[in-house]
């Protein structure tokens, strides 16, 4: 197991592309860590970052950054395809890891990295970097508490135009996000079964549209919508309760979080077979916005991070986290028919099936 220089914990970033530097920015600020190497193909690249917050160590090899003494904590900030080779490499090292999303794109693998870090004894993080932000940790506390009353549906889209990943099909992509954050604000629990239809348009040789649907017990539905090919962002989540009712908007500038005090009652029926003497009644009551905590949610992440790994507490979004949200993208991605990205270790047929919905349970890894 990986220890500590001291108070310090330090830092290793692999990948100084999109996402990266962000990371690499955040963990340089914290009192409780320093970035002592970065890594990326472009050594350039790594360079400039290495530069910006004097990082002792660069190179273009992960696994000299892996290996190196200097380095507890190892963030695979790489292509998705790439995860699961480099965060296994940090795990049988004895480095702790923060790994970005989706943590794997197989099952198998996610399933494989959980145990491998419990044997390790090391903490396995993923970076479902919504889960850290104000508005959800207060929708999740909504649920918690049972203002909301009892869930019945949560309703999410996520569309822009771009970004096109290399190496994975929208599902993986912009889903992960949703995902993530159903399985914060339910608590971890799993859907029964998963389905989800998907396209790839204007010559993409992968998925760029996908609409996912999943039964999570007792009688949630949960519908989310990704897409790549539309002409404004929108990233809206809609959790609608039996008492309450609640929007977050992720584009607003100032009210990312509304809670509606609106719902409908249906009384008992006098005659179950005459659907027209049910007497269905509307509330509508006030609107209102939550304080929320303003801190970037990655600041808000490496601070839990750090603390996590002082104090031996799993992380929020931890390997099973990633390991759950893992197995629905799979489930969705077999369920709309794509073949992207491709197994090595399925045992099974994933071809379409007509909208068959996936039981999850198949998929146990």
């Not at 395809?81 to 790994?99: D, E, F, N, P, W």
């Not at 609107?287 to 790994?309: F, G, K, Q, T």
């Not at 090595?344 to 007509?354: C, I, N, V, Y």
Request: aromatic share 6%; charged share 20%.
């Amino acid at each position: 197991m990986s220890g500590t220089h001291g108070s310090v914990v330090r830092v290793g970033v692999i990948g100084c592309g999109y996402w990266g530097p962000n990371l690499i920015r955040n963990f340089a600020r914290h009192d409780g860590a320093r970035v002592t190497a970065v890594c990326d193909a472009d050594v350039e690249r790594a360079d400039k970052m290495a530069g910006w917050y004097s990082v002792p160590l660069i190179t273009s090899d992960p696994a000299e950054l892996i290996e190196s003494k200097s380095v507890d904590l190892v963030v695979v900030a790489t292509p998705s395809r790439t995860h699961y080779a480099l965060a296994k490499q940090a795990i049988l090292a004895g480095k702790h890891v923060l790994v970005m999303k989706p943590m794997t794109t197989q099952v198998d693998h996610a399933k494989e990295l959980v145990d491998l870090a419990a044997r390790q004894g090391v903490m396995l993080a993923v970076d479902h970097t919504f889960v850290y932000s104000g508005a959800v940790r207060k929708m999740r506390e909504l649920v918690v508490s049972g203002e909301l009353g009892d869930v019945y549906y949560v309703d999410s889209v996520r569309i822009n135009l771009g970004i096109f990943q290399s190496d994975v099909n929208v599902i993986w992509d912009l889903a992960a996000h949703d995902v993530s954050i159903l399985d914060y604000i339910l608590g971890g629990i799993e859907p029964t079964d998963v389905t989800a239809v998907s396209a790839a348009h204007a010559g993409s040789w992968a998925e760029n549209i996908a609409y996912l649907t999943m039964r999570f017990p007792p009688d949630v539905l949960a519908h989310v919508h990704v897409n790549w090919l539309a002409p404004a962002k929108i990233r809206r989540t809609i959790i609608g309760g039996s008492r309450r009712m609640a929007v977050y908007d992720d584009i607003h500038p100032s009210e990312k979080l509304l809670v509606y005090d609106r719902g409908v009652s249906i009384a008992p029926w006098s005659d179950p077979e005459d659907v027209y003497t049910a007497l269905v009644s509307y509330r509508s009551g006030d609107m209102s916005a939550p304080n929320l905590d303003a801190r970037e949610a990655l600041a808000v992440e490496v601070d839990h991070l750090l603390d996590c790994i002082a104090t031996g507490i799993a992380p929020i979004a931890d390997g099973h986290s990633g390991l759950r949200t893992v197995r629905i993208l799979e489930a969705a991605n077999i369920s709309s028919g794509s073949r992207q990205p491709p197994r090595t270790s399925w045992d099974g047929d994933a071809e379409k099936s007509d909208l068959v919905p996936i039981p999850i349970d198949t998929l146990a890894g």
